[in-house]
C-alpha cells in the first residue's frame, strides 16, 4: 500500500486567509458601526460592539430612503426587461442569419463593447435634453438599456450557437415559423444564460452613479447611490447613519447575488470553453 505524500502550501494558505480578512473586516466594521450610537462611535473601539441600536437605520428611513429604493427599483427592473428583451431578439438573428445586415449588427455590437460608458456622456447628456427627459427615470433607463446591450448579446449568441441545428431543422420541417422557433426553442434552452445576463445587469444598473448624477436634478429622481452620495454630505457627523444607508441599500444585491451566483458563473462560462 502505497501512502501519498501531502505537500502544504503554507503562503498559499496564508495569502487566501489575508485575502478572506481583506473582505471581512470591512463588511463587519461597517455593519457594526451601522448599529453604534452616534455619541459612542468616536469613544469606543471601532471594531468592538457597543450597545446596538437601530436609531442611524431609522435616521435613513426618515430621509426618503424608501422613495430612492423604489425610484432604484424602477429604473432597474425597466432597464433589465428592455435589455434582455432586445438582446435575445438581436442574438437570435445574428446567430440565425447570415445577411450582410446581421454581420455588420455583430461587429457593431462588438464595437461598443470596447467604448467605455464615460466617453459617450456628452453625447448622451445633449441626446436627452433633445428629448425632454432631463430629470426623469427614463434618462436613466434608456442609456442604461443602450449600455447593457453589447455585453449581453456577446453572451446570448455564444449560448445559442451551443443549440444544435437539427433541432431548428426539425422545428421548420414542422412547419414552424422564425417566432415560434425562438419562443419553443430558443428561450427555454436560453433561460440560463437569460439568467446570467439579468443578474449581471442588475447589478451594474443598481450600483450606476454616473447616469443619476448627469442626468437627475431634483431630489425626487434620486436613485440610491446617489442618495448615499447626499447621505454622506447630510450626516457628515453621524458616521453611524451614513454606513447604515450603506448596508440597506447592499442589501438588495446580496440577495441577488446568493439567488443568482450559480446561474451567473454558468451562463458567462456557457459558450466558451469550446
Not at 85 to 108: D, E, G, K, P
Not at 138 to 155: E, F, N, Q, Y
Not at 231 to 248: K, S
Amino acid at each position: 500500500m502505497t501512502s501519498r505524500l501531502t505537500t502544504r502550501n503554507i503562503p498559499a494558505a496564508v495569502g487566501g486567509w489575508l485575502w478572506l480578512a481583506a473582505i471581512i473586516v470591512p463588511i463587519y466594521y461597517m455593519v457594526i458601526t451601522s448599529t453604534k450610537p452616534r455619541s459612542d462611535y468616536y469613544s469606543t473601539n471601532p471594531l468592538v460592539p457597543s450597545a446596538p441600536t437601530f436609531a442611524p437605520y431609522a435616521a435613513v428611513l426618515e430621509n426618503d430612503f424608501v422613495r430612492y429604493f423604489t425610484n432604484s427599483l424602477v429604473v432597474v427592473v425597466c432597464t433589465v426587461a428592455g435589455i434582455v428583451f432586445l438582446s435575445l431578439l438581436a442574438s437570435y438573428v445574428i446567430v440565425r442569419s447570415r445577411s450582410a445586415v446581421a454581420v455588420l449588427s455583430n461587429r457593431l455590437f462588438l464595437l461598443g463593447i470596447a467604448i467605455p460608458i464615460q466617453a459617450t456622456i456628452i453625447p448622451i447628456y445633449l441626446i436627452i435634453i433633445q428629448l425632454g427627459l432631463y430629470d426623469t427615470l427614463a434618462a436613466l433607463v434608456l442609456p442604461g438599456i443602450a449600455s447593457g446591450i453589447p455585453i449581453t448579446v456577446l453572451i446570448l449568441t455564444n449560448f445559442m450557437r451551443d443549440v444544435p441545428n437539427e433541432l431548428y431543422e426539425s422545428m421548420t420541417l414542422d412547419g414552424a415559423g422564425h417566432w415560434k422557433i425562438f419562443r419553443s426553442l430558443v428561450l427555454p434552452l436560453s433561460m440560463p444564460a437569460v439568467t446570467t445576463v439579468a443578474v449581471y445587469n442588475a447589478l451594474n444598473s443598481w450600483n450606476n452613479f454616473l447616469f443619476p448624477l448627469i442626468l437627475t436634478q431634483s431630489a425626487d429622481r434620486r436613485t440610491l447611490p446617489l442618495s448615499l452620495w447626499t447621505y454622506q454630505g447630510e450626516f457628515q457627523a453621524d458616521i453611524p447613519a451614513v454606513l447604515a444607508a450603506v448596508v440597506l441599500s447592499a442589501v438588495p444585491i446580496l440577495v441577488l447575488y446568493v439567488f443568482g451566483r450559480r446561474q451567473l458563473v454558468a451562463g458567462l462560462t456557457a459558450g466558451f470553453g469550446k
